[in-house]
Nanobody
Framework: HVQLVESGGGLVQAGGSLSLSCAAS????????MGWYRQAPGKQRELVAA???????NYADSAKGRFTISRDNAKNTVYLQMSNLKPEDTGVYYC????????????????WGKGTLVTVSS
């Protein structure tokens, strides 16, 4: 099976920084797109940032200029560096990965982590 494990959430004051990481493990042949989603209290889950297998990234407008997504393909790990955090960045951050399974051989499978809480105080 495949697991995504996030780490790095926590409590930070507005204007501060946090780094999140997410490692995929299990029967993985290759990872395709990886990304981070956020779900604020009472709201739907939304894309924060995503990065393709060769490093092309896209960001939500709210994240542009403040967040940086990166990945280490050798480690099947995706990172999210967040700076100048705002209270509206508060939420549970979920890692998402689209990957090809090694066994059974499956392509384009979508997986989610369990989430890590980020709280930004004003």
């Amino acid at each position: 099976h495949v697991q995504l494990v996030e780490s790095g959430g926590g409590l930070v004051q507005a204007g501060g920084s946090l780094s999140l990481s997410c490692a995929a493990s299990g029967s993985i042949f290759s990872t395709n797109a990886m990304g981070w989603y956020r779900q604020a209290p009472g709201k739907q889950r939304e894309l924060v940032a995503a990065v393709g297998s060769v490093g092309s990234a896209n960001y939500a407008d709210s994240a542009k200029g403040r967040f940086t997504i990166s990945r280490d393909n050798a480690k099947n790990t995706v990172y999210l560096q967040m700076s100048n955090l705002k209270p509206e960045d508060t939420g549970v951050y979920y890692c998402n990965a689209n990957l090809d399974r090694l066994w059974p051989r499956l392509y384009g499978e979508n997986y989610w982590g369990k989430g890590t809480l980020v709280t930004v105080s004003s």
